[in-house]
């Protein structure tokens, strides 16, 4: 009896693709499924996923009569998963759950702070500009990239200044923003349209009493004057995973100058 | 004509939840979809959502038709969105793709740190307790669960020490990893069986020479006791975020005793 086609990985579990196990029709998949768990079993494999492509979506009801849950979904695939081992509790991690953001305190030699308005808000606000990380993205180059977007202005890290965490936010999820200090290498502004509505230099002092900013906003300002008298600020290293061997950043605080 | 009934969100979108508008076939269903879509048109409505439940999936492929997206899935629903706004480029963000987890460096006054040595791995090391985030939780009680759950010791919160960020993990997402300065409020260790494999206070020179150590953990160790030394800090503030009014958390480096 044939069974599908997949990609072990390291928990010994396994990985089929909807798209590269094409079935007839669904009482193909159907018998092809029992024939392939009834396997993996014998095999003792632990966790069983099934990307199923959109296309290939009629297989969803099948594979969650057979207990399987969904994990998560994106690209238009639906990520399935059963946990075979029937003595052990199930070791697979949620999926992610946590929008992570950059914003961006950059500040030029004329003691000036970069700050945008942005369009389609029902509040409006002076703020830093910012925005999500990308997939695959570090939180600096994100933070750089929003900047040279949004106001053309080019920059280079310094530090991170600040976390903020809300455990409530958009789509059920949390929201991580991490404030960084950028170094501005250009000072003329290109403003893109598309999603600011103003972006200026504003003098730091005007920036701090102005009645259109965010308080929290306005402490990060405050925060970073505080720490460069201080001589303190979270620095960024740059490293190898010992096990993936794939780029870590590791931010910790250092005292940058003495007394 | 009937329309789908939704509930409007602040950004002028609609999500339609499938359970509460369950159609008499498939074609119903389409017949449907096609007198609200020009409805909300007409509505100038920007975002559509549909979170169609696991037991509707044969909603999916005519959504897709229409042109709608998969933007995530959880608990069993997969969420499409359909941007109506022909001149505007989408501004909806693409969910979540972090994982975050919470460390703990638990010294104790013999100056031992609390380490533990998981199961069900095929490299073994001696690691910081901790694990993921739970939704809706803060990052350091995340850490003061973890220790509770897989040591039995009660801790209070101190103070963040350090961010690592693997840009490309799991599931395709980045990982953020916090290491948190936990005080321990109890000594007597209860393992937990299920995914600990051994648990114990260890001396921290002992820890900072064993073998079984990775390096960038050994170096938290060494970055706590200088920011010690140095009488610097991350400190955790929590206060309440001015628009949603849900709790914020924002950890700022300070001076936490002169010299």
Known sequence: MAVFQGTLDQHNGITVESVSNACNDIQDFAVKLEASLLQWEKERLRGVWFNVDISQI?????????????????????????????LESCKIPPYAHNMVGAGALVINDNNQILVVHERYRTVSFWKLPGGYVDPGEEI??????????????KTEFLSLLSVRHLPSAVFGCSDLYFVVRLKPLSYEITK????????????????????????????????????????????????????????????????????
């Open 140 to 153: 600096g180059e994100a933070a750089q990239r929003e900047v040279l977007e949004e106001t053309g202005i």
């Open 58 to 86: 009629e297989w969803i009801p099948i594979l969650s009569q057979k207990g399987f849950n969904i994990h998560h979904a994106k690209d238009n695939k639906v990520s399935l998963y059963l946990w075979l081992p029937k």
């Open 192 to 259: 893109q349209d598309d999603e600011v509505e103003d972006c200026q230099w504003m003098d730091i002092n005007t920036f701090l009493s102005h009645p259109q900013v965010i308080d929290h906003v306005r402490n990060f300002v405050k925060q970073a004057i505080l720490n460069e008298k201080e001589g303190i600020a979270m620095i960024r290293n740059k490293s190898e995973h010992p096990l993936t061997k794939k780029p870590q950043y590791i931010f910790t605080v250092h005292r940058v100058k003495d007394d």
